[in-house]
């Protein structure tokens, strides 16, 4: 801004104007968002990156224009806010709308279309016996979906002799050190693609003693 400043005068003396002045006001700093989709802690969802980091505030994730959540900026990574959820089968647009803060000024992603994804989950032997080889399957619809499926057994990886990659909606988890005995939560998280939502099936698995 180029700020003067006028006198005007009276009887006894002439008005002036002061020489230029030259007053920059900084404003709020443009914001990027960007979305990706993938494995979170707990399942599937969406993580919304807000730059600059320094920006603070809350991110709220659309599908459609329609809200699905809302997450803050910095819980838990600094600069990004998560969304741990599944969609339905269909079509699906999904975009992260940062609303700005003091600092910053909002800004929203890019539209990410994606088809919803089921993932089910089958077992070898249920219930089965300590020491027993047992092939878990997954099977993940619509079964062009491409990517790998990661298996959990009580929260823990399974070390699987097969890779865990989809090949016709189907992904392979023989557990290479068998199981321990008991009543034991078994998940097979699908981390999705460009084209496909990830998703995640259960099955409760019985391991018994000789």
Same mark, same amino acid.
């Given at each position: 801004? *180029?700020?003067?400043?006028?006198?005007?005068?009276?009887?006894?003396?002439?008005?002036?104007?002061?020489? @230029?002045?030259?007053? &920059?006001?900084? #404003?709020?700093?443009?914001?990027?968002? $960007? *979305?990706? /989709?993938?494995? *979170?802690?707990?399942?599937?969802?969406?993580?919304?990156?807000?730059?600059?980091?320094?920006? &603070? #505030?809350? @991110?709220?994730?659309?599908?459609?224009?329609? *809200?699905?959540? /809302?997450?803050?900026?910095?819980? !838990?990574?600094?600069?990004?806010?998560?969304?741990? #959820?599944?969609?339905? !089968?269909?079509?699906?647009?999904?975009? =992260? /709308?940062?609303?700005?803060?003091?600092?910053?000024?909002?800004?929203?992603? =890019?539209?990410?279309?994606?088809?919803? $994804?089921?993932?089910?989950?089958?077992?070898? /032997?249920?219930? =089965?016996?300590?020491?027993?080889?047992? $092939?878990?399957?997954?099977?993940?619809?619509?079964?062009?979906? $491409?990517?790998? @499926? @990661?298996?959990?057994?009580?929260?823990?990886?399974?070390?699987?002799?097969?890779?865990?990659?989809?090949?016709?909606?189907?992904?392979?988890c023989t557990a290479a050190y068998g199981l321990d005995t008991g009543t034991l939560s078994i998940t097979a998280v699908y981390s999705g693609d460009s084209n496909n939502s990830g998703s995640s099936g259960v099955l409760t698995q019985i391991v018994n003693a000789h």
């Open positions: 801004h *180029l700020i003067t400043a006028s006198y005007s005068g009276d009887a006894n003396y002439n008005g002036s104007t002061s020489a @230029v002045l030259s007053q &920059t006001v900084n #404003g709020k700093t443009d914001t990027t968002t $960007t *979305l990706k /989709s993938g494995p *979170l802690p707990g399942g599937v969802g969406f993580t919304a990156t807000v730059s600059p980091a320094g920006a &603070t #505030g809350t @991110v709220m994730f659309l599908d459609n224009g329609g *809200l699905i959540g /809302s997450a803050m900026l910095g819980q !838990p990574i600094v600069g990004a806010a998560e969304l741990t #959820g599944t969609l339905l !089968p269909g079509t699906h647009s999904i975009t =992260a /709308s940062y609303n700005g803060d003091s600092k910053y000024n909002g800004s929203t992603s =890019a539209a990410m279309i994606l088809a919803g $994804t089921t993932t089910t989950l089958t077992s070898s /032997s249920n219930p =089965a016996t300590v020491g027993q080889p047992i $092939t878990f399957t997954a099977m993940v619809s619509p079964s062009s979906a $491409t990517g790998s @499926v @990661v298996f959990n057994a009580g929260g823990q990886p399974i070390i699987c002799v097969e890779a865990g990659t989809l090949l016709n909606g189907q992904a392979k």
